[in-house]
């Protein structure tokens, strides 16, 4: 699918498709879900929690 494809679909649905890109990694799944069910937490809280090393959140999270 070329650039100009994109043009096709309505503006919602190419943002839509951004989002889900960005998100398709499961570790930013596991770490999405935790920072919603958590108030508040430091990258440190994220990795005591998750099986992931501390770069690893830190690369995520960027």
Same mark, same amino acid.
């Given at each position: ?29 596991? #770490?999405?879900?935790? %920072?919603?069910?958590?108030? *508040?937490? +430091?990258?440190?809280? #994220?990795?005591?929690? %998750?099986?992931?090393?501390? *770069?690893? +959140? ?5």
């Amino acid at each position: 699918m070329g650039i100009s494809k994109l043009e096709e679909f309505t503006v919602r649905d190419n943002r839509l498709a951004r989002h889900a890109k960005a998100m398709a990694h499961p570790a930013r799944i596991a #770490i999405l879900r935790f %920072l919603i069910e958590k108030r *508040s937490c +430091v990258c440190g809280d #994220i990795v005591n929690e %998750l099986p992931l090393s501390q *770069s690893t +959140v830190s690369q995520h999270l960027k």
